[in-house]
């Protein structure tokens, strides 16, 4: 009998290896073995989730599952689209379970969480690229823990007409889009996505709710410039996007997109300044920012710098 064995990158299995670095010293972080890491790991089992925190491989995992945070990634673990970034597995995806968005709000009630973001694969063979499932998936949190803020972090729905619509409609406190590197460097990094309709698609979202908080991430390390990157705020801001997170690319395998350079943290305080001049409502520059970490943290920021943004309005 044969055994056939699924690859996790099959559209990268051509590519010529590339080592990996070693990382530097500002970028290394412990194992996770706390009691409460491991309780968060049990309770994704126990309830059938699929977590971008393993998928990815993030490096934050240990923190973020040690304080009983964790990013669902719905929609399966299978993405139809294959960046040459990203860990997540490459394929045919299986189809959707109807059962995951009460799953999904189960969880999120027993881990008691005061904001929870929620992503997912691309579902390019979807009519609606998963929208529908998106939305309900919001529903199902706000019906089970009304108290819960709810981040979605989107696919761009490309060549799906209207589909974001539907997440618009069900209105979460922040719409999450990354655009993850600059327009330059897009054919080799997202080949299956067009940087101008993820502006477009975070354009759409504060124009459909002024009230959504907006937010965007940026990876640098993959050769792209300072003046590309100031370029990239400038089309966000344009954008009316509030939140900015930019952290350093590592690379998962040597089959992945290869890493150009490693940025200091004071490049990285550099990014930061440099945003906040622009305007954006919150920034998070780190060498091990990503889209969900602290993103409780972000949003309580965001909630604060509008705040004060209007008093400051009222006083003139």
Same mark, same amino acid.
């Not at 709810?150 to 761009?156: A, F, G, K, S």
């Not at 990876?219 to 300072?226: A, P, T, Y």
């Not at 998962?252 to 997109?257: A, G, Y």
């Given at each position: 009998m044969t055994v056939q064995i699924r690859h996790r990158h099959p559209e990268k299995a051509h590519k010529t290896s590339t080592s990996i670095p070693r990382k530097p010293k500002w970028i290394r972080k412990k194992p996770a073995n706390s009691k409460a890491y491991f309780e968060t790991r049990k309770l994704m089992r126990d309830h059938a989730l699929t977590t971008v925190c393993e998928e990815a491989a993030c490096p934050n995992i240990g923190e973020c599952w040690s304080q009983k945070h964790a990013t669902m990634m719905i929609m399966g673990e299978?993405?139809?689209r294959g960046c040459s970034f990203c860990n997540v597995s490459t394929g045919r995806p299986e @189809?959707?379970?109807?059962?995951?968005?009460?799953? @999904?709000a189960a969880a999120v009630k027993k881990l008691g969480l005061k904001h929870v973001v929620i992503t997912s694969v691309d579902r390019d063979d979807l009519p609606d690229g998963g929208a529908a499932h998106i939305a309900q998936t919001i529903r199902a949190v706000r019906h089970h823990a009304p108290t819960t803020s709810?981040?979605?972090?989107?696919?761009?729905f490309l060549a799906k007409g209207n589909a974001e619509q539907a997440i618009f409609d069900a209105a979460p406190d922040v719409f999450n889009h990354n655009l993850e590197t600059v327009p330059?460097?897009?054919?080799?990094?997202r080949p299956g996505a067009r940087y101008y309709r993820s502006l477009r698609l975070l354009d759409d979202a504060k124009r459909a709710n002024r009230e959504v908080f907006t937010k965007s991430g940026l990876? @640098?390390?993959?050769?792209?410039?300072?003046d590309e990157i100031r370029q990239v705020m400038d089309d966000l801001r344009a954008a009316n996007v509030d939140f900015l997170t930019i952290g350093q690319y590592l690379q998962?395998?040597?089959?992945?997109?290869a890493i150009d350079r490693f940025w200091t943290p004071d490049?990285?305080?550099?990014?930061e300044r440099m945003?906040?001049?622009k305007g954006f409502l919150g920034v998070s520059a780190t060498p091990l920012t990503r889209s969900s970490f602290h993103a409780d943290a972000d949003f309580a920021t965001l909630q604060q710098a509008r705040k004060a943004a209007l008093l400051a309005e009222g006083t003139h």
């Open positions: 299978v993405c139809t @189809v959707l379970d109807a059962f995951e968005p009460a799953r @999904v709810i981040e979605v972090l989107t696919p761009d330059r460097l897009y054919p080799t990094v990876m @640098v390390g993959l050769g792209e410039g300072f998962p395998t040597p089959k992945h997109h490049e990285f305080q550099k990014l945003a906040r001049a």
